[in-house]
């Protein structure tokens, strides 16, 4: 038990290969009503870091969320699909149990950095897609989510390779198990802009015009996607944002100034926490 809020640790929603997949779930104190949940997805390139990383959402306890962090199968030990079917199996798992802590079921907004926004990109775009669900977790269940937040993740993994396609070391021949020239088919499939239809998640795309790792047209491509199919996606570009660093605390400017916190406080408050219009 922590100030000003309640947590369950290493909660275990699924099992790859014999091993647990476990998150932690964070609860505001005495809340009047059952809670929306913010789920929130670790980045490090796929291959690093895990759901001990979640620096950002805490402060949306004090506004009567829940927060969610998980852990995914990293690279090398597993390749694409399966960080996405560990993160829909996390879906699934919060939805089903919704009740026992008191959670919506059906207001689950997902927020993720770098390849964590990718990975919530990906959710919004594929939700309930039977080939993309895996079989972990809770069956049965919706892995749709209700709002994304993505914070400079990859969305054409075709592109963003680039130079390096040829690379079996590159950050995305990890991911998808081979050199992208040779396995393009792959990492199209990987990547949110494929998937992407009027019936994705609402998306709130947050992006530094300084970032030297992805670049800014990564997420320009995914929202010019999604307006074209008539999606609800906003691009907001932080000027004089980087890539944030895992190396130490979040405390780069351009990220801490209070647009960038109020858009995203609005944008959850919008699809989680009001009442849809009749």
Same mark, same amino acid.
């Given at each position: 038990?922590?100030?000003?809020?309640?947590?369950?640790?290493?909660?275990?929603?699924?099992?790859?290969?014999?091993?647990?997949?476990?998150?932690?779930?964070?609860?505001?104190?005495?809340?009047?009503?059952?809670?929306?949940?913010?789920?929130?997805?670790?980045?490090?390139?796929?291959?690093?870091?895990?759901?001990?990383?979640?620096?950002?959402?805490?402060?949306?306890?004090?506004?009567?969320?829940?927060?969610?962090?998980?852990?995914?199968?990293?690279?090398?030990?597993?390749?694409?699909?399966?960080?996405?079917?560990?993160?829909?199996?996390?879906?699934?798992?919060?939805?089903?149990?919704?009740?026992?802590?008191?959670?919506?079921?059906? *207001?689950?907004?997902?927020?993720?950095?770098?390849?964590? &926004?990718?990975? @919530?990109? $990906? =959710?919004?775009?594929? !939700? %309930?897609?039977?080939?993309?669900?895996?079989?972990?977790?809770?069956?049965?269940?919706?892995?749709?989510?209700?709002?994304?937040?993505?914070?400079?993740?990859?969305?054409?993994?075709?592109?963003?390779?680039?130079?390096?396609?040829?690379?079996?070391?590159?950050?995305?021949?990890?991911?998808?198990?081979?050199?992208?020239?040779?396995?393009?088919?792959?990492? *199209?499939?990987?990547?949110?802009?494929?998937?992407?239809? &009027?019936?994705? @998640?609402? $998306? =709130?795309?947050?992006? !530094? %015009?300084?970032?030297?790792?992805?670049?800014?047209?990564?997420?320009?491509?995914?929202?010019?996607?999604?307006?074209?199919?008539?999606?609800?996606?906003?691009?907001?570009?932080?000027?004089?944002?980087?890539?944030?660093?895992?190396?130490?605390?979040?405390?780069?400017?351009?990220?801490?100034?209070?647009?960038?916190?109020?858009?995203?406080?609005?944008?959850?408050?919008?699809?989680?926490?009001?009442?849809?219009?009749?």
């Amino acid at each position: 038990m922590h100030s000003g809020y309640a947590s369950h640790t290493d909660l275990v929603f699924g099992e790859a290969k014999g091993k647990p997949l476990t998150l932690d779930l964070f609860l505001p104190k005495n809340p009047i009503r059952s809670v929306p949940l913010i789920m929130y997805i670790h980045g490090g390139g796929w291959r690093g870091l895990s759901k001990s990383w979640c620096p950002y959402p805490m402060r949306f306890l004090a506004l009567e969320y829940a927060v969610a962090s998980i852990n995914y199968r990293l690279v090398p030990e597993a390749t694409f699909p399966a960080q996405l079917h560990d993160c829909k199996a996390a879906v699934r798992w919060l939805r089903a149990h919704a009740q026992e802590y008191g959670l919506l079921g059906d *207001r689950i907004g997902v927020w993720g950095d770098s390849a964590g &926004g990718h990975l @919530a990109a $990906m =959710l919004g775009v594929t !939700g %309930d897609r039977p080939e993309l669900e895996g079989d972990g977790g809770t069956p049965g269940v919706s892995s749709k989510v209700q709002a994304v937040c993505d914070w400079f993740g990859p969305t054409d993994l075709v592109s963003i390779a680039g130079a390096t396609a040829d690379d079996p070391e590159s950050f995305v021949a990890q991911f998808i198990g081979g050199a992208v020239t040779e396995n393009m088919e792959l990492a *199209r499939a990987a990547s949110p802009v494929t998937y992407v239809s &009027g019936d994705a @998640a609402p $998306m =709130l795309i947050m992006h !530094g %015009d300084v970032d030297r790792q992805v670049p800014l047209s990564q997420s320009v491509a995914l929202y010019e996607a999604l307006w074209r199919a008539g999606a609800e996606v906003r691009l907001h570009i932080v000027h004089g944002g980087a890539h944030l660093s895992y190396t130490r605390r979040p405390t780069d400017i351009p990220w801490h100034a209070p647009e960038v916190q109020q858009l995203v406080d609005a944008f959850f408050w919008r699809h989680l926490m009001c009442d849809p219009t009749p």
